[in-house]
């Protein structure tokens, strides 16, 4: 049977269709929109990544002038806290931009090392200890490394701002015309902080710690580039056909193969196929998860790397991101020198960051034997301002390289503050003393 149309369905029908591409387009309209927002939101946050960095660079480098004048321990101590604030501050800066395909080593090793320099002299001048002149030579030389990355910074801002790129064409387009200039500037920054002093000193980024030979890659066997590759793309959690080989690796005690994928980039060691670390650059506007989330995640990451006997000790929320420390734990012993950092994105959960350097430096096998101080002994040392709450076994690193088997007592004070003392678990003596600080943000040790 045949069947037609009336003129008033035909009207009705074609009224319907335009109706269904109105709401289609309207719906495009907004679905644009939003991206549009999304991408003007990740290029704000570039933009103010580059120049939160240079202006870091500028202060770090006027509080090192100062420093090298400081003649009393208060004033150290003051502007040790502000070269530390400083410098967490340019690192929290570097790791939100895609560095990924560059080397940004010396950069992240100068920021590293200077707060902590001057935390160490600033310890020095608080036990009466005066600096020496090659110390105020070093800070003096940091201050010229500070003030060269400086003005280096604030240049590549120029040209950044200038060009007719968006920021993440730039940083996505290193080896092309548009983006070269992105590689140049950093590749001048790594070239011009070679220059920095070797800084030998108490402390975990001293030069002679950050050249020890890595203990679990020193003997072992050599992987291929495309085990590597598999092993990146694990850590990345992508598929291994989005992930690409760099031109170059990395040198040095610990050679590895250096990878990315779009906004990130993993290292893995020649020797051994560990994952050296992970970084991912995004930014997170956003928290849904609580800590305890993030935690969660974080051990399933582990997990799903094969990483065991990892105990969460402190953690971190800091932009929307929850950075978990972890210590090795065997036999009842927490190993404080074997530590790896897990950053778990608080809108979604992805992990954004994994270091595992200090766990591939100082991992091994131990045997410290049986304390020759019993616990009762020990906590005879224990002042009497303080009420002890817990205790158990630690290995604690001290001057840097040594490591000391102690006790570690977790105690309360009179004002509510929370401390943690360690007692030589050989000699009874009283190895070192950290304030526990518990906030909404965190739980540092201080």
């Known amino acids: 049977m045949k069947t037609t149309l009336s003129r008033r ?86 790791e939100s931009l895609p560095t990924y395909g560059m080397s940004v080593d010396n950069l992240e090793k100068f920021l590293s090392q200077v707060g902590n320099y001057a935390s160490s002299l600033s310890r020095k001048a608080s036990s009466g200890d005066e600096l020496s002149a090659d110390e105020i030579d070093n800070v003096k030389q940091l201050s010229l490394c500070a003030d060269r990355l400086s003005d280096d910074l604030w240049g590549l801002r120029t040209k ?74 694990s850590a990345l959690e992508e598929d291994p056909a989005r992930v690409t080989p760099c031109e170059a690796g990395e040198e040095g005690k610990m050679p590895a193969y250096c990878f990315y994928c779009e906004g990130g980039r993993c290292a893995v060691s020649k020797n051994g196929g560990y994952i050296i670390y992970c970084i991912k650059s995004r930014r997170v506007d956003s928290s849904s998860l609580r800590p305890d989330d993030a935690k969660s995640r974080a051990d399933e990451y582990l997990e799903s790397l094969g990483i065991e006997d990892m105990e969460s000790t402190y953690y971190e929320c800091y932009n929307n991101v929850c950075t978990v420390n972890y210590a090795y734990t065997a036999d009842g012993i927490t190993c404080y020198t074997d530590l790896i950092k897990v950053a778990v994105a608080l809108d979604d959960g992805e992990i954004l960051g994994f270091d595992a350097r200090g766990y591939l430096v100082n991992h091994r096998e131990r045997d410290f034997g049986e304390p020759l101080c019993t616990e009762d002994a020990a906590r005879e040392n224990i002042s009497k301002n303080l009420d002890v709450k817990s205790c158990r076994l630690a290995v604690i690193p001290t001057d840097a390289v040594e490591e000391k088997l102690c006790y570690e007592f977790r105690c309360s004070s009179d004002d509510g503050r929370n401390i943690l003392v360690y007692v030589n678990a050989m000699s009874g003596e009283e190895e070192d003393i950290l304030i526990l600080l518990e906030s909404e943000s965190g739980v540092l040790t201080v």
């Open 9 to 94: 369905g035909v009207i009705r029908f074609a009224s319907f269709m335009i109706a269904i591409v109105a709401v289609l387009a309207a719906m495009n309209i907004i679905y644009m929109g939003r991206i549009k927002k999304l991408e003007n939101t990740v290029e704000s946050g570039y933009g103010s990544a580059v120049e939160n960095l240079a202006q870091s660079a500028d202060k770090i480098s006027a509080v090192l002038i100062k420093g090298s004048y400081a003649s009393s321990p208060s004033m150290m101590t003051r502007l040790s806290a502000e070269l530390c604030r400083e410098a967490a501050s340019a690192k929290a800066s570097l």
């Open 160 to 233: 950044i701002v200038t060009s007719d790129g968006r920021i993440s064409e730039l940083f996505s387009s290193l080896d092309s015309d548009l983006g070269s200039f992105v590689a140049d500037g950093f590749s001048g920054i790594e070239d011009n902080l070679a220059e920095m002093p070797k800084l030998i000193y108490d402390g975990p980024f001293s030069d002679h710690i950050l050249e020890r030979t890595p203990a679990m890659t020193s003997s072992a066997k050599e992987i291929t580039p495309e085990e590597a590759l598999k092993k990146a793309a």
